[in-house]
């Protein structure tokens, strides 16, 4: 349409400006009336597609390195962190509570605290029976490098190796740090660095982990420790205490750790919808949505729970459809909630179902925000996850 205007416009103007006397049955005339501007628009148009042949080329290559940005990224973000050993204490027992949640087993009722006062709805670890608040933590951690004693003695010493605390409100890290090295000197293992988490980070310290480029700070061997104990237990409180020992999966498949489960990055929710997170925690998690029949939650809050259904059966997630939705969790009504050591209980709960089941668990909790993670079955060898360690040209991005 354009060019019909130019044409008819360079036509008027010709016409306009030719000298009076001068044929216009020439061949120049005609070349001028409507050579010239057709030939003009020719060009233009010629080079008009030429410039938007460019330009969708220029954007079929962004597309493409963007799309390829994009999967690198995902699969980075897929690297697991191997469970090469774990220990708890709780009201249900230190072993197969995962069973016994699954066939509807609970111990949260109201009792009498240890410590005496009046009735509280809560559980407590009868079996930490000393005195002192301290001399409690000195025992649960004694108890717990007692159960992962044996995969603590195979771990290679040339390799890095460091222990990091969950520290619970009602102690000081100084004090609870201190408490540990004793009871680290009384195993007999080799010297270890001991750190305690920032206040709310949980298990996004595996999220940071998953972050390193490479070097010690990525291939390392590293043990985390929560311990909840109580004085005077809250309402709908837990005592709990979990240790799980995690190494870079590429790093003890070539020392021969045996690895039990695979913990995979955790997404917490900043600003996205429920949906998108508990997708993109299934997504980095290596599993379909249908396959995941077990969600394993803790520390939710009462607007999260509904909500977390809602986005579970838009997903499709496989616990959304079993029977009067067993599929779903719930340990604070189990036994309560286990502070500090909330989701570390979920992420050890979720392993040791995933060995029996052989099936990929999700685990959801609230800290910060609402967090989301996806725990698989011990991988087979030679296959999926046992690849060489994959560089992280998107660090920051995943």
């Known amino acids: 349409m354009m060019c019909v205007f130019a044409i008819a416009a360079a036509a008027a103007y010709t016409l306009s400006t030719w000298p009076k006397g001068v044929p216009t049955g020439t061949v120049w005339f005609w070349i001028r009336v409507l050579g010239f501007p057709t030939l003009a628009c020719t060009i233009l148009y010629g080079l008009r597609l030429l410039y938007f042949e460019r330009e969708r080329e220029r954007q079929d290559a962004e597309r493409e390195q963007w799309e390829d940005d994009c999967a690198e990224a995902t699969r980075f973000a897929q690297e697991p962190i191997a469970l090469l050993a774990s220990g708890y204490l709780c009201s249900l027992g230190i072993l197969d509570v995962a069973g016994a949640m699954a066939i509807g087993v609970r111990r949260l009722e109201s009792s009498v605290p240890a410590a005496g006062g009046e009735t509280v709805r809560h559980t407590a670890l009868r079996l930490i029976d000393d005195s002192d608040l301290a001399d409690r933590y000195a025992s649960c951690?004694?108890?717990?490098?007692a159960m992962i004693d044996d995969a603590l003695h195979v771990l290679?010493?040339?390799?890095?190796?460091?222990?990091?605390?969950?520290?619970?409100?009602?102690?000081?890290?100084?004090?609870?740090?201190?408490?540990?090295?004793?009871?680290?000197?009384?195993?007999?293992?080799?010297?270890?660095?001991?750190?305690?988490?920032?206040?709310?980070?949980?298990?996004?310290?595996?999220?940071?982990?998953?972050?390193?480029?490479?070097?010690?700070?990525?291939?390392?061997?590293?043990?985390?420790?929560?311990?909840?104990?109580?004085?005077?237990?809250?309402?709908?409180?837990?005592?709990?205490?979990?240790?799980?020992?995690?190494?870079?999966?590429?790093?003890?498949?070539?020392?021969?750790?045996?690895?039990?489960?695979?913990?995979?990055?955790?997404?917490?929710?900043?600003?996205?919808?429920?949906?998108?997170?508990?997708?993109?925690?299934?997504?980095?998690?290596?599993a379909k949505p249908e396959g995941v029949a077990d969600v394993w939650?803790?520390?939710?809050?009462?607007?999260?729970?509904?909500?977390?259904?809602?986005?579970?059966?838009e997903l499709k997630l496989g616990a959304s459809n079993t029977d009067e939705l067993s599929g779903f969790h719930d340990i604070d009504l189990a036994m309560g909630h286990a502070g500090v050591a909330d989701a570390w209980l979920a992420i050890a709960l979720a392993a040791e179902h995933a060995?029996?089941?052989?099936?990929?668990?999700?685990?959801?909790?609230?800290?910060?925000?609402?967090?989301?993670?996806?725990?698989?079955?011990?991988?087979?060898?030679?296959?999926?996850?046992?690849?060489?360690?994959?560089?992280?040209k998107n660090e920051g991005n995943a």
């Not at 951690?141 to 490098?145: D, M, Q």
């Not at 520390?299 to 259904?309: C, N, Y």
């Not at 959801?364 to 030679?382: E, F, H, K, Y």
């Open 141 to 145: 951690f004694r108890e717990l490098l």
């Open 156 to 286: 290679p010493r040339s390799l890095p190796f460091e222990i990091r605390l969950d520290c619970p409100g009602n102690i000081e890290a100084d004090e609870l740090r201190e408490i540990w090295r004793r009871c680290w000197a009384e195993t007999g293992h080799r010297a270890a660095e001991v750190s305690v988490l920032a206040r709310d980070e949980g298990v996004m310290a595996v999220d940071a982990w998953l972050d390193a480029y490479g070097g010690p700070a990525l291939e390392k061997y590293a043990l985390f420790v929560a311990v909840q104990l109580y004085d005077e237990p809250p309402a709908d409180s837990a005592e709990v205490a979990v240790a799980l020992l995690l190494g870079w999966p590429q790093m003890a498949q070539r020392n021969g750790t045996p690895i039990r489960a695979l913990m995979h990055r955790p997404v917490e929710r900043s600003g996205d919808t429920l949906l998108d997170v508990l997708y993109t925690g299934v997504l980095w998690g290596r």
């Open 297 to 313: 939650q803790t520390g939710l809050a009462p607007a999260d729970k509904p909500a977390l259904l809602e986005a579970a059966s």
């Open 355 to 392: 060995i029996q089941s052989g099936n990929p668990q999700a685990v959801a909790t609230r800290r910060r925000d609402l967090r989301v993670a996806v725990v698989q079955p011990r991988p087979v060898s030679g296959v999926e996850h046992a690849r060489a360690p994959m560089e992280n």
